[in-house]
Structure formats: C-alpha cells, structure tokens
C-alpha cells in the first residue's frame, strides 16, 4: 500500500495544561487541495506550525512522503518542499513586490551558493520573479514596495513567493482573510487557475465556507483540538457534528 503524501500521525501539542492539537491524525495525498476547518481556537494554526515546523509536537509525528519531518527547523521542512503563506502576511514591506519575489526564487537557486556566475543567477532569478508577478496578476505593481499595496494584493504576493520556491506541498493559512468579497472571488478564481494544472498538493485552513467548498477536494474539520470529521464537502455539509460545532446548523 502506497504511503500518504502527508499523513499526521496522532498529533498533539500542548502548552502547559492546554491540549491545542489533541491526536490528531489525517492522511493527505499526492495533488489532493485538503482542507482543514474549525470555529476560532479548533487549534487550525496550532496543527500547521507543527506542520511547517514552527512548533515541535508534544507527541505524534509529521510525515512527507514517508519520511519524518515534525521536530525539524522551519528552513528544513520548506527544503524538504513544504512551503507556506501565513494568516498576517509576511512580507518584506520596504522592497518592491519583484524583491520579495526574487529573494523567495533565490531560496530554491543552489547557485546562491557560489562565487562564480552571481550576475547570471540573479538575472535569472529576476525573470523568475517576474514569470511569478505575472503569474498572480500583479506585474503591474512589481516595482511597487510591498508594504503599500493593497490587502488584496499583498495577499496574492505572499501566494507568489510561496509557490516561486516550487514547493510539492502548499499550506495555505486563510489566504481570504480579510478581504473583500470581490477580492476574496478574485483570489480564489486565481487559486483555482493556479492548482487547476494538477503537481501541487494543498493543505488550506480557511474560514470562508464558500471558498473551502468550491476549491477543497476533501474537508478535515477539527474542534478543540480533534478530528470531528473528514471527508469529501457534500458528507462534511451534513455532518450534525459539524453543523453545531461550526456551521450553524447550515445544510
């Protein structure tokens, strides 16, 4: 039997006598858009920072593609291919939206590295960076500094610089927060342009029920701490653990 892409095995992690993430356990594969949902404090984030490698599990382990990866240092997981955007957006606001991009192309460039060829690698890095603005729209604002571009924008920029570095597996931490409703269709029609080719894997927390519905191919929903259901959208719609938990009752 072929092993998870992504599998959390029994996951927990604890600060002090809270059980933020509660043995959790979820099995993702290759190219599935998963989406991991919860009413605030469900311990979503919790899960991805262990994920990422922000926070090291109290127990449980991380696998990617077989191997081991909880308890290993952020730069290592994103080495492994796991890349991520985050819930407040980290940019670098004092460069141009191009920089931003460039600097996450470089990341992935071994000839970083070297001594001999800089001037081409960073040629090459920028029409990179540039393929990437276009990629999401905004090569019109590429030499604009990060920092006073719209929410919107900035959030598409973040989805850039996180596929620049050519991850396999995508976590995508409320890529619509805070966004308008024409924003928020503007990013998910560009989300489903960009995974609609197929070789990316997503895990994506997001509170919009009608952006988790149209995009994910399976639903994991967690409330305080646990798996309360997992399965395709239509069955995660009419679970009543989930209609109380969070949705309202919505049918």
Known sequence: MTAPYLECDRVSRHFGGLAAVD????SVTREEIRAVIGPNG??????????????RPTAGAVRFKGERVSGLP?????????????QLTALFRGLSALENVRLAVQARDARRWRLAGAGAALADTRRSAARWLERVHLADVAATPAGVLSHGDQRLLEIAMALAQEPELLLLDEPTQGLSVDETARTVALLRELLGGGGLTVLLVEHDMEVVFSLAHRITVLHHGRVIADGLPDDVRGDAAVQTAYLGGLA
């Open 74 to 86: 952020p730069h290592t997981v994103a080495a492994r291919g796991i890349c991520r955007t985050f």
């Open 42 to 55: 469900a311990g979503k984030s919790t899960l991805f920072n262990v994920i990422a490698g922000s926070l």
């Open 23 to 26: 043995g959790v356990s979820l």
